[in-house]
């Protein structure tokens, strides 16, 4: 399966009813997801720390640390949609004093959607990951008040 995430249609929900509860193992990455899949299956379902939250925990200790409030962006060309534009407008609403910073994972379709974005979020800044070390990538996630 791939994900568990919150139940908005009836098909989800009879697909997580019939499967979970007969799943010989549950391994989920936040807790979110572990509380939907323990209503259903609570004695074989794991929360699985996800192995990039290690990594990031260990940015906190690298000398580069941002000086202002800014949360992360990210989408890429499969994801743009109104639907997803509009989740990113509403995330953005939510931290108003705060930059907001276009991460691209994949420099080549990622950046791609950062000017579709910009037309709705005007003040969006592009992170160019490229000209930045390891370290201050992670340290940037690390810091950050959000993210989505």
């Known amino acids: ?13 009879r697909l997580y009813k019939h499967l979970l509860p007969n799943a010989e193992k549950i391994v989920v990455r ?7 899949a323990r ?3 609570p004695e074989n379902t794991v929360l699985y720390e996800d192995f990039a939250q290690g ?24 994801s743009v949609n109104e639907k997803n534009i509009q989740k990113i407008i509403n995330f953005c609403a939510q931290y108003p004093i705060n930059n907001k910073i276009f991460f ?18 005007p003040d969006l800044k592009l992170y160019d990951r490229t000209k ?5 990538s992670l340290s940037l996630f690390y810091y950050a008040d959000g993210g989505v």
């Open 104 to 121: 691209p994972c994949d420099m080549s379709d990622d950046k791609y959607c950062f000017s579709i974005i910009k037309t709705h979020i």
């Open 30 to 36: 936040d807790k979110d997801s572990l509380d939907i």
């Open 132 to 136: 930045k070390s390891l370290s201050e």
């Open 55 to 78: 990594i990031i925990e260990k940015a906190k200790h690298t000398p580069v640390s941002p000086s202002s409030k800014y949360i992360l962006i990210n989408i890429n060309k499969k």
């Open 39 to 41: 209503k259903l299956n």
């Open 1 to 13: 399966m791939g994900g568990i995430g919150k139940i908005y249609k009836k098909r989800t929900e």
